[in-house]
């Protein structure tokens, strides 16, 4: 086969496999995400918040929020939520993603509403103590699991994975839980604690709103404070995208489908160049019927060409995926790809299945040539 | 030359009967052979001549199982080829059958060796025996040594001679020429006429040339002429001297080396 043609096959192998795989790899998370979903709600251990027993005063400083939290009722169990922003998530030095940390307070009513899958919740003690602990979602897991990871980095600090809880659909969105204590420290260093307050998250416990609003804004008066700027309200989590499977397959399958169009394409593309390579091989292929080569030679012949070419492609759209991939990873942060041992042998299945496929025709029309006509014409 | 009544062989490798071979070009039905009566004994050294059209090639094409005639039969060491598969074609094509091209047709992308190799690789022999065959071909037209070359690295001449090694490789019955020093300069030309000739008297290899060139034909035991898909002419060449130097050079061509080739 001619140098012109090896290049453009593999070239155009090259460009399904990747295109694939990149789709391939967005499906892979995806489905990762269904399959944990599954087990969490498949879990006796899956724990539901009662949103009629909690609410939340919503934006404030920590200092105005600790101030808060002293006035209300006893029976209240409160707990400041901190929100750090921007927080780069490493592996051993390696960037996985720009995500979103979350200080838990003691009543860790943000961590409890999501299934644990692996490991455990964190404790008063890792609170009290300012322990570097985390519980990550499962989205981030995604991005550690074949590293065996018992630690990831936040901000060039080791922080110990004790717990992995099911994502959701808001991939990058409050990934990664750590003591509420542990968190303000960080803050202090770079001195943004006040901004970084989010919420403070009320555990009623059977009491009404009007009561809690009430006795809060007695002793908030008697301190001279002015709670007017404050809203206090439901509580809200994410239950329904998490009990929401369906959506979730049905996105799957809309990838699945659009990976199997990309290769389509380019498979059709390649039976076309396939088909030229052997018109204008058709002397060469004459001469070898000539001199003795049965149809099951020629085909063999073209479908090993073909295949050599495909798996050549098929590692450059490995390795273009795969750098794509990193790049993607790093640059957007919030949209996160896990690529992978399992990606690489899906990319060279792929190749050799394409390759394998495309040659059947093009393989076949050369076993036809008839050797007295393509000899006929110097 | 004279002409002669063909004696009785001890064995016929061609027979051919009432060969016919008809094309369709549109609306037009083109006859280009009329009925061929022809038997070439095995160790025959066979010139076909005729002007362009007479069906010299589709002859050959025949003859070397790459066609098939319209009517007709045809016996290939008295086996009937006319209705076998494309597979059982290949077969004999690879085992009795050995072809030299008027443009050689090696293939570029293989070497020298690799390209005599072809057939054997084909005929299914191992590749532990193939290199021995390969170089005892090579070493039979002269090349010895120069398999690792490629196909561009040599002159016209001794491509043509890499494909009658390869043509010979895989020691067939008879080497069907078309044309095979169509290409060549006359010095060349003759080298190569020298080489089958004297292949043919030193194996006993039986060797069909088409040519429309006389001096070609001036090396063959027995001249066929075609004219309008029919033959005209079967006649036994008649040699000035049946010596060795006449007969490697009936018509004093110049000798191998007063005009040689660059490479």
């Known amino acids: 086969m001619k140098r012109f043609y090896k290049w453009l096959l593999s070239i155009g192998i090259a460009f399904g496999v990747f295109c694939s795989l990149i789709v391939f790899t967005a499906g892979q998370t995806q489905w990762t995400m269904i399959r944990l979903k599954k087990e969490a709600l498949e879990s006796d251990k899956y724990k539901i918040i009662n949103t009629d027993n909690h609410l939340a005063i919503y934006g404030m400083g920590l200092d105005f929020a600790k101030q808060i939290q002293s006035l209300l009722p006893e029976k209240v169990v409160s707990d400041v939520m901190a929100k750090g922003f921007g927080v780069a998530v490493s592996y051993e030095g390696e960037p996985l993603m720009v995500g979103q940390v979350v200080g838990t307070g003691s009543n860790m009513a943000e961590i409890l509403e999501f299934q644990m899958i692996k490991g455990r919740y964190l404790s008063p003690r890792d609170i009290d103590g300012y322990e570097k602990v985390c519980v990550i979602k499962s989205n981030v897991y995604d ?92 509580y809200q989590y994410e239950e329904a995208s998490l009990l929401n499977g369906n959506n979730a397959v049905k996105e799957f399958l809309m990838i699945f489908l659009l990976s199997l169009m990309v290769l389509a394409v380019a498979a059709f593309n390649i039976i076309h160049i396939a088909t030229a390579s052997i018109i204008d091989r058709e002397r060469e292929i004459g001469l070898r019927t000539a001199i003795g080569a049965k149809p099951g030679h020629i085909i063999r012949q073209i479908v090993c060409e073909i295949l050599h070419c495909a798996l050549n492609g098929g590692m450059g759209g490995i390795a273009a995926a795969s750098i794509v991939n990193t790049l993607t990873n790093l640059g957007l942060g919030q949209f996160s790809l896990s690529f992978n041992a399992v990606s690489i042998a899906a990319g060279i299945l792929l190749a050799a299945m394409t390759g394998l496929i495309t040659s059947m025709l093009p393989a076949a029309r050369a076993a036809m040539i008839d050797p007295a006509a393509a000899l006929r014409e110097e | ?215 070609i034909a001036g090396y063959a035991d027995r001249l066929v002429r075609l004219a309008d898909g029919r033959i005209n002419d079967d006649m036994r060449v008649k040699k000035a001297s049946q010596t060795k130097s006449t007969l490697i050079n009936p018509f004093g061509w110049p000798e191998e080396g007063e005009n040689e080739e660059i490479l």
């Not at chain 2, 059209?53 to 098939?68: A, E, H, Q, R, V």
């Open chain 1, 143 to 234: 991005l550690v699991r074949t590293r065996n990871a018992t630690h990831i980095d936040l901000n060039g600090e080791p922080y110990e994975i004790i717990g992995v809880i099911s994502g959701d659909e808001a991939i990058g969105e409050e990934d990664i839980f750590v003591p509420v204590t542990t968190l303000y420290k960080y803050i202090e260093k770079i001195d943004e604690r006040s901004g970084l307050i989010y919420k403070i998250v009320l555990d009623r416990k059977g009491l009404s709103e009007e009561y809690i609003w009430s006795e809060l804004g007695e002793k908030a008066g008697i301190k001279g404070m002015d709670i007017d700027r404050l809203k206090l309200l439901p």
């Open chain 2, 1 to 215: 030359m004279d002409r002669t009544v063909h004696e009785e062989q001890k064995l016929n490798l061609i027979e051919m009967k009432g060969i016919r071979r008809d094309y369709s070009c549109g609306s037009n039905l083109i006859n280009a052979l009329k009925g061929i009566d022809l038997t070439i004994a095995q160790g025959e050294f066979v010139a076909i001549m005729g002007p362009s059209g007479s069906g010299k090639s589709t002859l050959l094409n025949i003859m070397g199982c790459l066609d098939s005639p319209t009517a007709g039969t045809y016996h290939l060491k008295g086996k009937n080829i006319s209705n076998l598969s494309r597979k059982e074609k290949a077969l004999i094509r690879n085992k009795a059958i050995g072809f030299v091209f008027q443009a050689y047709n090696l293939l570029p992308e293989l070497n020298i060796a690799s390209n005599v190799a072809l057939p054997l690789k084909y005929g299914g022999v191992p590749k532990s025996k193939r290199q021995a065959l390969v170089n005892e071909a090579l070493a039979s037209v002269g090349l010895e040594g120069m398999g690792y070359r490629y196909p561009d690295q040599l002159s016209g001449g001794q491509q043509q001679r890499v494909a009658i090694a390869r043509a010979l490789v895989n020691k067939p019955d008879i080497i069907l020429a078309d044309e095979p020093t169509g290409n060549l300069d006359s010095v060349s030309g003759q080298s190569i006429m020298e080489e089958l000739r004297r292949l043919n008297l030193a194996t006993g290899t039986t060797i069909v040339v088409i040519t429309h060139d006389s001096r």
